[in-house]
């Protein structure tokens, strides 16, 4: 891992109204590893994606990308630096099959021309095991294969930031390991990942390191061990899978 963080946050907050759903956080991610973000619902994990992919903007803060001040970039533009990320509910183009959702993403998120958009559409499918659907219009698809078409859609944008909202949440003890199983591949590949995640054992089985939100600020960072053995976190986790 290089010394220079590929992500970083510095005190960023954002509100809705009266409510701090963001509060001076400040993180770093560094490249090639995978950071898990941990935190009870609502805690305000999902803005946390939002204020790094540009779907919302910081009302105060920086962040910066491979060294450069993002903070102003809108959507695409973080998209086309290497951003790609996944939604909590997973967002295709129903209608269209598989393999044109992930043509779309790869021309219009990675801004790859046709031929390329093909060719990665084509490496993506086998990768995450959606090949045998690649014709299947993605409004038919299973859940798990609804989920690993959002993580192929952020793939094919061939992102070195790939930010995951709850990927396993939803699917069976079975299922969530496969999708483990792909991420551990992806990340062999050198991807740098942040995965929210509610299912902690799924997630524990892959993060480098761990960052714990409540009420929108950090209640704890670090090694995996060392956060989940921290009592502030079990307090605040009681209750919850582990
Ligand atoms: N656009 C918005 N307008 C007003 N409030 C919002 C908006 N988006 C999120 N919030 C509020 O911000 C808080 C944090 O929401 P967020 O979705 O980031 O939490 P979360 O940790 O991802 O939750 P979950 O684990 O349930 O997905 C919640 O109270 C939510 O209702």
Not at 102 to 128: D, R
Not at 199 to 216: C, E, P, Q, T
């Amino acid at each position: 891992m290089s010394s220079t963080p590929l992500l970083t946050l510095e005190a960023v907050s954002k509100r809705y109204g009266a409510l701090t759903v963001t509060d001076n956080i400040s993180l770093s991610v560094h490249r090639g590893e995978t950071l898990g973000i941990l935190g009870p619902n609502g805690a305000g994990k999902t803005t946390l994606f939002n204020l790094i992919s540009g779907d919302v903007r910081a009302d105060a803060g920086r962040i910066a990308y491979e060294d450069r001040d993002i903070t102003a970039l809108k959507p695409h533009q973080r998209c086309r630096a290497g951003i790609g990320r996944s939604y909590q509910v997973p967002q295709p183009f129903g209608h269209m099959s598989v393999f044109e959702n992930l043509v779309t993403a790869a021309c219009f998120g990675g801004q790859q021309p046709e031929k390329e958009a093909w060719h990665t559409a084509v490496e993506v499918l086998e990768k995450t095991g959606l090949k045998v659907h690649a014709n299947q219009p993605a409004g038919g698809l299973t859940l798990l294969n609804r989920k690993r078409l959002e993580l192929a859609r952020a793939l094919a944008t061939r992102p070195s930031l790939l930010l995951l909202d709850e990927i396993a949440g939803g699917l069976t003890e079975h299922e969530a390991q496969e999708l483990v199983d792909e991420l551990r591949r992806i990340k062999a590949e050198g991807v740098t990942m942040v995965w929210i995640e509610h299912v902690v054992h799924a997630l524990l089985s892959i993060a480098d390191r761990l960052f714990v939100i409540n009420f929108g600020a950090k209640l704890a960072e670090g090694l995996p061990q060392d956060v989940m053995n921290d009592p502030e976190v079990q307090r605040v986790y009681m209750g919850m899978e582990a």
